[in-house]
């Protein structure tokens, strides 16, 4: 192929910094591409002040990039599961190859996507989907293809971390910091996938399917949102020597699968720890290189579109001297992905942050530290602060140690019936990736 021929579709956030890339750096991508790479078709909807389209055919219909012989690579980005499903399905059918950054789309429909890649011997490539800039999918996928992977952990939401580095730094609300995220435009309009949880989710998916080489799952992560931490946790949890990151976290123990979202105590003196605001960081754990930790803006015009363009780059220097893309999507081919199963929620080990507000009388603590013993629970730390004035009851903090998840539960339910318990019992992970 003398020269890759690149279709984008959508020119919002991502699509306007991809054009503006190619705008700024033509000369620079032909040359470390050692191929020819030219955008030559936008499908979008309506105009975008932030980028000069002129160099380009535009068309108002996206499908009509994907109908147009002259395009070789249908870049996606578009984002939702309806449309973009379809136009990344028909964009394969055509025999084009595909570049999308839809985390949403490769987390539920990619098994799908994958296969029908594969038949239709196109590309389908998604750096840009998970960590925004960081180029997390190629290291997971080439750089570190010959360790045995045993864990990935990470910040994967710079919306989420925003909002819990502000609350910690400001002692802010959490309604208070996700208006200013949405005013600054990190949080989406509808910032539901951001805060419960659903948008790392949909990219843990994915980082397990590199790492352990298992198909994509969407509904496979343990998923808990970051709208349950108050100011009180982060507090309590600096007086205990961590700080609380909203992570995504996939382990591989024996034969099975810990995935899991949820925001988590990690110890102020890990690296991650250190990773505030809108930028994210992944933590990978192999068996030959050790720990490594890549860091750096999880979204944004430029940097996600750096993402798109290194996959374009990629494809532009593989297919410049042969016809197919050999490198499967996910690290193998879709048919030697191995499913394992997923280690159920009450059996996931892990040591536990609780808060509860008890009353202040003697032999109180003792109910509430024996239900957790009777159990085989042990408390690691314990803060009791003396009750507010005019106040019966105080604020209890435990660390407990290691507990299935399943016997906490129960320590909690029957904590929660005592009369002396106001509300319900806060809980929190703690990790501290000794084992990672
Ligand atoms: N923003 C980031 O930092 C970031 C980071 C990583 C990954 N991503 C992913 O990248 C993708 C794009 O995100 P974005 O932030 O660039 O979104 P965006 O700013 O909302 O832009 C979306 C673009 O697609 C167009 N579009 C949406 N639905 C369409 C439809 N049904 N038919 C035709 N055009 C349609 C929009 O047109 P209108 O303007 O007419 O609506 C707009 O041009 C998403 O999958 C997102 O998850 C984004």
Same mark, same amino acid.
């Given at each position: ?67 147009? #012989? ?115 435009? /990190? ?140 490198? #499967? ?23 536990? /942050? ?7 009388? #003697? ?22 602060? #003396? ?50």
């Amino acid at each position: 192929m003398a020269s890759l021929r690149i279709g984008v579709c959508g020119l919002g956030t991502v699509g306007s910094g991809v054009v503006n890339i190619f705008n700024d750096h033509r000369g620079l991508i032909e040359q470390r591409c050692n191929a020819g790479l030219q955008l030559v078709h936008i499908g979008a909807r309506r105009d975008n002040a932030d980028c000069d389209t002129s160099s380009y055919r535009l068309s108002r219909d996206v499908f009509e990039v994907v109908r147009d #012989p002259d395009v070789d690579v249908v870049v996606e980005l578009i984002g939702g599961t309806t449309v973009a499903r379809d136009l990344v399905t028909q964009a394969i059918q055509a025999g084009k190859h595909v570049v999308t950054a839809n985390k949403a789309l490769i987390a539920e429909y990619g098994n799908e996507l994958i296969a029908l890649a594969e038949q239709a011997q196109v590309a389908l490539r998604f750096e840009a989907a998970v960590a925004g800039g960081i180029p997390i999918i190629k290291v997971l996928r080439e750089s570190l293809a010959a360790n045995v992977i045993t864990g990935v952990a990470g910040i994967i939401n710079g919306t989420g971390n925003f909002i819990l580095t502000e609350m910690a730094n400001a002692g802010r609300g959490f309604d208070d910091v996700l208006a200013e995220a949405q005013a600054l435009g /990190y949080a989406e309009a509808d910032p539901t996938f951001d805060v419960d949880g659903t948008d790392a989710a949909h990219k843990l998916v994915i980082l397990a399917s590199l790492a352990f080489g298992i198909p994509l799952d969407a509904n496979a992560p343990v998923t808990e949102g970051i709208d349950t931490v108050t100011p009180a946790d982060l507090e309590f949890a600096k007086e205990l020597g961590f700080c609380v990151k909203h992570l995504g976290i996939a382990r591989r123990c024996g034969d099975a699968i810990d995935l899991r979202v949820h925001p988590t105590l990690i110890p102020t003196t890990r690296q991650i720890a250190r990773v505030d605001g809108v930028l994210n960081a992944v933590m990978v754990e192999a068996d030959a290189v050790g720990e490594i930790v890549l860091t750096g803006p999880g979204a944004g015009s430029l940097p996600t579109a750096s993402s798109v363009c290194s996959d374009l780059l990629d494809l532009g220097r593989v297919l410049s001297h042969s016809k197919v893309d050999p490198m #499967p999507t996910l690290g193998v081919p879709s048919d030697e992905l191995q499913t394992l199963p997923l280690i159920p929620r009450d059996e996931v080990k892990g040591v536990w /942050y609780l808060r509860l507000v008890v009353e202040d009388r #003697p032999g109180v603590m003792a109910e509430i530290t024996g239900l957790l013993s009777e159990r085989g629970i042990s408390i690691e730390s314990l803060i009791q602060r #003396p009750p507010t004035a005019g106040s019966s009851q105080v604020t209890v903090v435990i660390l407990t140690d290691s507990v299935a998840c399943g016997q906490l539960d129960s320590a909690i339910r029957n904590m929660e019936a005592l009369p002396t318990l106001s509300g319900s019992v806060v809980r929190l992970r703690v990790e501290s990736f000794q084992e990672v």
